[in-house]
């Protein structure tokens, strides 16, 4: 079953975006889309750190984003004004990386990959790492689950209960980079906030506990995950973009279903 | 022993000195108040009592396994963060269902278990709070300018309710308000901070020391003695000037 690429394609895009609904809950309840994009924005670098150096892109990835991540968490603490540091890490890891990339020496590299994902070639060892990852973010979300969403509703309540919440926002930091590494190949660079952010948002409207927002993220992820490869199929399109615009998709109708009571009204 | 016990702390940020010298204890079942003009510390110190903030100077010993009870000045649940009041009673620690109504009857807001959190009215929204503390069964309940936007009669009936859960529970209180008149007539010990501790004692002594009368001028004073002789009578139509 895992020869065809197909199957492969889809089991690495629902795999990639099940994770990615799930963490992308505390992205969006926490507002860091944009910490999101920083650490996304990194891979590049990571990408071309890998292949000057020869080792893994996932691994090259992982550890850039990581790197990235950690840097700005060590930021964020001392009462600077994030959003603008965010921005210069973000775009300065991704112009180095596009140029770092260009400067590998002998082949020329396929950028777009990189960019907007490829999922279409994935082998069985990146299945391996997908389904890996993605198992270890949902076993470390689940084991911390009430301490992070305790501290995500308020940091003085999480000490006052003996939480540390500088420490589960570590946590979500180094998970959020390690989804960066795994999704790279799905959606790519550019697209990762989305598939971490899309489907969280359009859970929102549906859910009134945090576990079934996160439920419907889920779902909704995989659902956008399957839409997207079949819309590609169809068009003939690129796989990553499709996946999110099937996710949009999902999002619009998911706010025109909450307003709709109200235009009745 | 103490539950809590601070002594010579200092904290400043951004080279601002916010606390200087402040030393305070709390000892079992006791209902202290800490009053101060905005901007004083008193947020800060409460920070730094919960351990949220760690003094540059001085220490702050808590006793060991004290449970505390923390309701905070203000609490923003973000709107993408979907939550209903029986969840949000269960963090971080699961309770029964049981002990959850009685906690929010004890509160008084009975049966809000399946409300959003995002829909409760500013007065519901603090009683939640409260009951979220009281489950922790605590040794010590803090409160941060917890009456904020309530009217004067909400923030009184709060107070009261406070009180009664001191006697339910026999934990100490520790408060932090600028309501004046109605927050220091419920207190043993009133502690009086404007970056340091200017006067404490009980609200008697307190509202007669002239550091007091400096900061916030002489009209609360009869305000108090008003309230603790008509102890009975619903106070919150009367207007103290002075004390807003």
Same mark, same amino acid.
């Given at each position: 079953?895992l020869d065809?690429?197909?199957?492969?394609?889809?089991?690495?895009?629902?795999?990639t975006?099940?994770?990615?609904?799930?963490?992308?809950?505390?992205?969006v309840?926490?507002r860091m889309?944009?910490?999101?994009?920083?650490?996304a924005h990194a891979?590049?670098l990571?990408?071309?750190m890998?292949?000057?150096f020869?080792?893994?892109?996932?691994l090259?990835?992982?550890v850039?984003?990581?790197c990235m991540a950690?840097l700005?968490?060590?930021?964020?603490?001392?009462?600077?004004?994030?959003?603008?540091?965010?921005?210069?890490?973000?775009?300065?890891?991704?112009a180095?990386?596009?140029?770092?990339?260009?400067?590998v =020496?002998? /082949?020329?590299?396929?950028? $777009?990959?990189?960019?907007f994902?490829?999922?279409?070639s994935?082998?069985?060892?990146?299945?391996?790492v997908?389904?890996?990852?993605?198992?270890l973010?949902?076993g470390?979300?689940?084991?911390?689950?009430?301490?992070?969403?305790?501290?995500?509703?308020?940091?003085?309540l999480?000490h006052?209960?003996?939480?540390?919440?500088?420490?589960q926002q570590?946590i979500l930091?180094?998970?959020v980079?390690?989804?960066v590494?795994?999704?790279?190949?799905?959606?790519?660079?550019l697209?990762?906030?989305?598939?971490?952010?899309?489907?969280?948002?359009?859970?929102?409207?549906f859910a009134?506990? =945090?576990?079934r927002m996160?439920f419907?993220?889920m779902?909704?992820?995989?659902?956008?995950?399957?839409?997207?490869?079949?819309?590609?199929?169809?068009?003939?399109?690129?796989?990553? =973009?499709s996946?999110?615009?099937?996710?949009?998709?999902?999002?619009?109708?998911?706010?025109?279903?909450?307003?709709?009571?109200?235009?009745q009204v | 022993?103490?539950?809590i016990?601070a002594?010579?702390?200092?904290?400043?940020?951004?080279? /601002?000195?916010?606390?200087?010298n402040?030393?305070m204890?709390?000892?079992?079942?006791?209902?202290?108040t800490?009053?101060?003009?905005?901007g004083s510390?008193k947020?800060t110190l409460?920070?730094?009592?919960?351990?949220?903030?760690?003094?540059q100077?001085?220490?702050?010993?808590r006793a060991?396994?004290?449970?505390?009870?923390?309701?905070?000045q203000?609490?923003?649940i973000?709107p993408t963060l979907p939550?209903?009041v029986a969840?949000f009673?269960?963090?971080?620690?699961?309770?029964?269902?049981a002990a959850?109504?009685?906690a929010?009857?004890?509160?008084?807001?009975?049966?809000?278990?399946? /409300?959003?959190?995002s829909?409760?009215?500013?007065?519901q929204f603090q009683?939640?709070?409260?009951a979220?503390a009281?489950l922790?069964?605590? $040794?010590?309940?803090?409160l941060d300018?917890?009456?904020?936007?309530? $009217?004067?009669?909400?923030?009184?009936?709060f107070?009261?309710q406070i009180?009664?859960?001191r /006697?339910?529970?026999?934990?100490?209180?520790?408060?932090?308000?600028?309501?004046?008149?109605?927050?220091?007539?419920?207190s043993?010990?009133?502690?009086c901070?404007?970056?340091?501790?200017c006067c404490?004692?009980t609200?008697?002594?307190?509202?007669?020391?002239?550091?007091?009368?400096e900061?916030?001028?002489?009209?609360?004073?009869?305000?108090?003695a008003l309230?603790r002789?008509?102890? $009975?009578?619903?106070?919150g139509?009367?207007?103290?000037?002075?004390?807003?």
């Amino acid at each position: 079953m895992l020869d065809d690429f197909l199957v492969r394609a889809a089991l690495a895009a629902v795999g990639t975006a099940v994770a990615a609904g799930l963490l992308g809950c505390f992205v969006v309840w926490r507002r860091m889309a944009y910490f999101g994009d920083a650490t996304a924005h990194a891979a590049v670098l990571g990408v071309a750190m890998a292949l000057l150096f020869g080792t893994s892109i996932t691994l090259g990835v992982a550890v850039v984003a990581l790197c990235m991540a950690v840097l700005i968490h060590a930021l964020t603490g001392q009462g600077v004004a994030v959003d603008t540091i965010l921005g210069v890490l973000a775009h300065g890891a991704l112009a180095l990386g596009l140029v770092a990339v260009t400067l590998v =020496p002998g /082949q020329r590299i396929d950028l $777009d990959a990189y960019l907007f994902g490829d999922v279409l070639s994935v082998t069985r060892s990146d299945l391996a790492v997908i389904w890996g990852g993605g198992a270890l973010l949902m076993g470390v979300l689940w084991w911390h689950w009430s301490a992070m969403l305790t501290a995500t509703l308020n940091p003085d309540l999480a000490h006052a209960a003996g939480i540390n919440p500088r420490r589960q926002q570590l946590i979500l930091t180094v998970l959020v980079a390690a989804v960066v590494a795994v999704a790279i190949k799905v959606v790519g660079a550019l697209l990762i906030t989305a598939l971490l952010i899309i489907p969280a948002a359009s859970a929102r409207g549906f859910a009134s506990t =945090p576990e079934r927002m996160a439920f419907f993220a889920m779902a909704i992820g995989a659902l956008s995950a399957l839409g997207g490869l079949r819309l590609a199929l169809h068009f003939d399109t690129q796989v990553g =973009p499709s996946i999110i615009c099937v996710a949009v998709f999902i999002f619009a109708l998911s706010m025109i279903g909450r307003h709709l009571p109200k235009l009745q009204v | 022993m103490s539950l809590i016990d601070a002594r010579h702390i200092d904290f400043g940020h951004g080279g /601002q000195r916010v606390l200087q010298n402040v030393s305070m204890s709390l000892d079992k079942g006791e209902i202290v108040t800490i009053v101060g003009p905005n901007g004083s510390g008193k947020s800060t110190l409460l920070r730094l009592l919960i351990g949220a903030l760690k003094p540059q100077k001085g220490t702050v010993t808590r006793a060991p396994g004290l449970r505390i009870g923390y309701v905070p000045q203000k609490l923003h649940i973000d709107p993408t963060l979907p939550i209903t009041v029986a969840r949000f009673l269960n963090l971080p620690k699961p309770v029964p269902a049981a002990a959850a109504s009685e906690a929010l009857r004890t509160a008084g807001v009975a049966g809000l278990q399946r /409300q959003q959190m995002s829909q409760l009215s500013g007065g519901q929204f603090q009683r939640v709070l409260l009951a979220r503390a009281i489950l922790a069964n605590p $040794d010590v309940l803090m409160l941060d300018e917890a009456t904020q936007g309530l $009217d004067q009669p909400g923030s009184a009936a709060f107070y009261r309710q406070i009180a009664a859960v001191r /006697q339910d529970l026999g934990c100490a209180v520790l408060m932090v308000s600028h309501e004046l008149h109605v927050v220091m007539s419920a207190s043993d010990r009133v502690i009086c901070l404007n970056g340091h501790i200017c006067c404490e004692g009980t609200p008697e002594v307190v509202s007669a020391a002239p550091a007091y009368r400096e900061l916030f001028g002489t009209g609360t004073g009869g305000a108090l003695a008003l309230y603790r002789h008509e102890h $009975d009578h619903d106070h919150g139509h009367h207007h103290h000037e002075a004390a807003e």
